[in-house]
């Protein structure tokens, strides 16, 4: 499309006309507000983690307990039914070890992601976490791990109310 076009209206800016003043410049910061729904399914999550709960939902149809919970089973194109509560605890499903920050600075200490199957979820239901109180070396598929919560107060219904999974204790 843009092939076709051979020339532009206008006259083209020159970056030492611009510098000389010869443009009227306007500058501005715009304000963008907005608000943004979880949905009914994320949003009793994300209460569910204020009071130290894990909630899944389960679909009638192919029985599977969905965490985090969905509206609708995406195998079923069916709106799931009922609410589980699940165990905040689980098994690491995959793992990654990270010694390099989003700024590709170096770190000491590094950051372990980890892909956690929660117990009382089906199988592939995994939650993406961090995990620390380890040696990284230790960290292995198929490890047994718990959450760990922050304190009530500081739960606010985010994923970080969790702070990180550790291996399991209790
Ligand atoms: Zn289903």
């Known amino acids: ?11 083209e800016v020159d970056l030492r006309e611009l510098q000389a003043g010869k443009f009227l410049l ?8 907005y608000s943004w729904t979880s949905g009914v399914a994320m949003s009793r999550f994300l ?20 965490v985090p919970p969905r509206a609708y089973c995406e195998e079923d ?3 799931t039914d009922e609410w589980v509560n699940v165990k905040d605890t689980g098994t690491v499903n995959t793992f990654s070890i990270s010694y390099v920050n989003n700024d590709a600075s170096r770190r ?18 995994g939650m993406l976490h961090l995990m620390d109180e380890i040696d ?29 999974f550790r291996p399991r204790r209790r």
Do not use: N
Request: proline share 6%.
């Open 1 to 11: 499309m843009s092939s076709k076009i051979h020339s532009y209206p206008g006259t």
């Open 108 to 125: 000491k200490k590094p950051i372990i992601v980890s892909v956690i199957d929660i117990d009382g979820a089906s199988s592939g239901m």
């Open 47 to 66: 209460d569910g983690l204020k009071e130290g709960e894990i909630w899944g939902k389960k679909c009638d149809k192919c029985e599977r307990i969905l």
């Open 26 to 33: 306007t500058s501005y910061e715009t304000v963008l507000r």
């Open 136 to 164: 990284p070396k230790e960290v292995e598929v198929g490890m047994k791990v718990e959450a760990v919560w922050k304190p009530r107060a500081q739960r606010r219904g985010a994923i970080t109310d969790i702070r990180y």
């Open 77 to 79: 194109f069916a709106p």
